[in-house]
């Protein structure tokens, strides 16, 4: 089996906070590291999943048509 790509994207203000939501916790403290890595801004690359947080990221996203 090939190696899996998975793009982790995050606000850096959002970084070390936790944020819920009707019962829903994303704790940005506890899994910082996750996120913690390359400025993907120049991102254009293959991936097989995302996870993202945060308005800009969502919106970076949205602009790369992903």
Known sequence: MGRRI????CD???IGKKLEEKG???DL???ARFYVG????SFDGEFESIN???KKS???LIKKGV
């Open 12 to 14: 850096k203000d959002l």
């Open 24 to 26: 829903v916790v994303v």
């Open 6 to 9: 998975v793009f982790a994207f």
């Open 29 to 31: 403290e506890k899994y």
């Open 38 to 41: 390359e400025d993907l801004a």
């Open 58 to 60: 969502i919106e970076f």
């Open 52 to 54: 993202a947080v945060g």
